[in-house]
Structure formats: structure tokens, C-alpha cells
């Protein structure tokens, strides 16, 4: 149902961040601060460590794992791989002073194109393997391609509302400035969330409309949305929930249609992908992906973060996918030594043959230069 918007396919190649320690406890990777409101502690997710172990010396199977809690992994919060290509192979179970940590595996075979789960819900996640031959060697390059979410341009800047903390205020006075904060922005996600519903309508029409009826319905909800707003004004904002789409997801399906004259199912639809999209940004925000690349070659060129001989590392925090795709690339080369030596040979003659040619052309201009002096 959801479409990705303009900017789609734009893509961000670069160095990443240091590594980050995916071993301390999820809640020092977390930056949200609504993540202190005690009416949210029951909805929100953990981070899941996700790994993939990619080795390329032979007919070696692609590892990915992910561990975190059961809510993540177990209750499905986050997308596994697909089962068609994936194969699951096993979990474990580790007891840490967070709690019960899961690990579960899968694995598959190496091939051109593979697709992997870390993407939004309407796009696809991937990694290529392609090995071109020349006629002094091999070139292979291998690509990951994390899709990136286009948070501020499908949901906003969350923090956007969110004021700076002020000294001459109290600790709990300026959480509660900013959990006022986050109410704005959460107000404007679901405007933003709103739009979206109605141009991926006029989209799926393709016709000449009346667009009065978008701007209707627009103001409509708008209205909703600051009556709904009114009635958190006496109450403590650290005790209010950001969770509202249970409260809001009927009115704007109704709000929609009587506007436009479309399907009640067809907006239903619209409205739960486009909220399951921002949870899928919800959950995998505070994850970190751990991507470990095994590249044999003569000579092996990379942006990594890390390396160890042959093996490559990247360490990626799941907020860097906010915005733009990331690839993480490498490419190795591998000649043929005995073509290259011949190579060799045959230029080394030719620029021998030309400095001999050069040198005797030198002599006999030398020689003639002296016999008109004697003359």
C-alpha cells in the first residue's frame, strides 16, 4: 500500500561512525527522551543487535543473526528474513543482568543478488556479489545496500518542538517541557501521516479531481487533532502517552472518506501501513548492525571501519538510517600473475627497444655534430 516518496532513490556512500559497543545494555544506545514517560515503558521496544557474517574465500553459507529480547525477536517486532531464501537454523539463550537475551539465526547462500531484512516495510534491503574478468586478473565487488526511512520527510524532526534545557529550571520541569514538546511533534507526525493517505489517494485515481475535498479534509482532521491536543492541557505531560493512533485511526479514516468519496477499506489499509512504517522506524532507531565481510584478493580496497588481514567490519547504528540509503562497499583485485609477468616483460622490452632507439639516435646526431666541427 505505502509508496516511497520523491528522494526514493538517493543514495548516501560514505565512511560510518566508529564502531559503537554493541555490548552494553540497550538503554545506553536509546536517545529518545519519551522514553522516560512512565505511560510508554509498556510499548516500547528493546534494541536488537543484528550481525551478518559474510565470508567470500569459497562456497561459504551468509550468516545473519539478531539478538535481543523475546518482544523484539520472538513476537515478530521486527522483520525477519525471508524464508524462501533465509533458512533458520537455530537460536540461543543467555542470561545477562538486562535480562533473558534470544539470539536467533539463519543463513543462505551466496548468490549475485541477496535480499536481507534491514529496510523499510515498502522497499528492499540487499547485497550483490559480481566478479568481472579481465585479461591481467579478477575484479569483485561486493555492495550492501541498507535502505534509509526518510524520517523528517514522511514524519518530521521529532525533536523539532523539543526546547533546550533551561539551568534555572528544575530536572522534572524541563522533562516535563520536553514531553510537551514531543506531544507537538507527534502532532504533526500524524498531520504529516494524514497528507500521506490523501496524496497516496489522488495518486491511485490519476484523474481530474476536486481539490477542495484534500484541503476539506485536511482542515477537518487538523481540528480533530487540536481537540484531541486540549485534552492533555491539565494533565501531567510526563504521564501522557505518545501512543495515539488507537484514538485517531477511525477518525482519520472517516475524515478521509467522506472527503473524498473513497473506500472506508481502501484508507483503512492506507492508515495502518503508513503507522506500521513508523513503527518499523520506531524499532529498529535504536538497533545497532554489526556487518563482518571475510574478502580475499591481492589487493583489497574498502571504506571500513575496522579490519583484521583479509576481514572488513562496519558498525552501523540503526538511527544513521533516518535519512538517505547507505552502502557499504569493497572491491579486490586479483591478477594473473603470469599474464602480468609477460605484461611486464613485453613492456619492459618496448621501453628498452625505445631508449635503445633513443640513445643511438643521440650518438649519431653527437657523432655528426663533431665531424662539422673537424670540416
Given amino acids: 500500500m505505502y509508496s516511497e516518496g520523491p528522494g526514493a532513490n538517493k543514495t548516501e556512500t560514505r565512511r560510518l561512525a566508529a564502531p559503537r559497543a554493541t555490548n552494553l545494555p540497550c538503554s545506553m544506545h536509546m536517545k529518545r527522551s519519551l522514553l522516560v514517560l512512565p505511560a510508554l515503558l509498556l510499548l516500547l521496544p528493546g534494541c536488537v543487535h543484528h550481525r551478518f557474517l559474510v565470508d567470500l574465500r569459497g562456497d561459504e553459507p551468509i550468516r545473519y543473526s539478531a539478538a535481543g529480547d523475546t518482544l523484539d525477536l520472538i513476537d515478530r517486532r521486527i522483520m525477519h528474513p525471508d524464508s524462501a531464501i533465509w533458512t533458520y537454523t537455530g537460536f540461543e539463550r543467555d542470561s545477562t543482568s538486562e535480562g533473558i537475551v534470544w539470539t536467533l539465526q539463519w543463513q543462505t547462500n551466496q548468490a549475485d543478488t541477496l535480499p536481507h531484512p534491514i529496510a523499510p516495510p515498502e522497499r528492499q534491503g540487499y547485497m550483490t556479489d559480481e566478479s568481472r574478468h579481465f585479461g591481467i586478473g579478477t575484479r569483485r565487488t561486493w555492495e550492501m545496500r541498507l535502505q534509509g526511512w526518510h524520517v523528517n520527510q514522511h514524519y518530521g524532526n521529532q525533536y523539532e518542538f523539543v526546547p533546550s534545557p533551561d539551568p534555572d529550571l528544575s530536572r522534572r520541569e524541563n522533562q516535563q517541557a520536553e514531553a510537551v514538546g514531543l506531544q507537538k ?103 545497532d548492525i554489526t556487518v563482518q565481510l571475510i574478502m580475499p584478493g591481492t589487493w583489497v580496497f574498502a571504506e571500513e571501519d575496522s579490519s583484521a588481514g583479509d576481514t572488513l567490519f562496519w558498525f552501523v547504528a540503526g538511527e544513521d538510517l533516518s535519512g538517505e540509503d547507505i552502502v557499504l562497499r569493497a572491491q579486490a583485485w586479483t591478477p ?37 666541427r673537424v670540416a
Fill in 185 to 287: 511533534s507527534t502532532a504533526r507526525r500524524y498531520m504529516l501521516q494524514f497528507q500521506e493517505m490523501l496524496t497516496l489517494w489522488r495518486e491511485k485515481e490519476d484523474a481530474s479531481f476536486d481539490s477542495s475535498a484534500l484541503h476539506e479534509a485536511m482542515s477537518t482532521f487538523r481540528n480533530y487533532l487540536q481537540a484531541h491536543l486540549m485534552t492533555f492541557k491539565h494533565r501531567d505531560p510526563m504521564e501522557v502517552s505518545l501512543e495515539w493512533y488507537p484514538e485517531l485511526r477511525r477518525p482519520m479514516i472517516d475524515i478521509a472518506s467522506e472527503a473524498t468519496g473513497g473506500s472506508e477499506q481502501w484508507f483503512t489499509q492506507a492508515a495502518d501501513s503508513i503507522e506500521h512504517r513508523w513503527k518499523t522506524w520506531v524499532d529498529i532507531e535504536d538497533d
Fill in 336 to 372: 594473473v600473475w603470469w599474464v602480468v609477468i609477460l605484461a611486464g616483460v613485453g613492456v619492459g622490452m618496448i621501453v628498452g627497444s625505445v631508449v635503445n632507439r633513443r640513445r643511438h639516435a643521440k650518438q649519431a646526431w653527437e657523432q655528426e655534430n663533431d665531424e662539422r
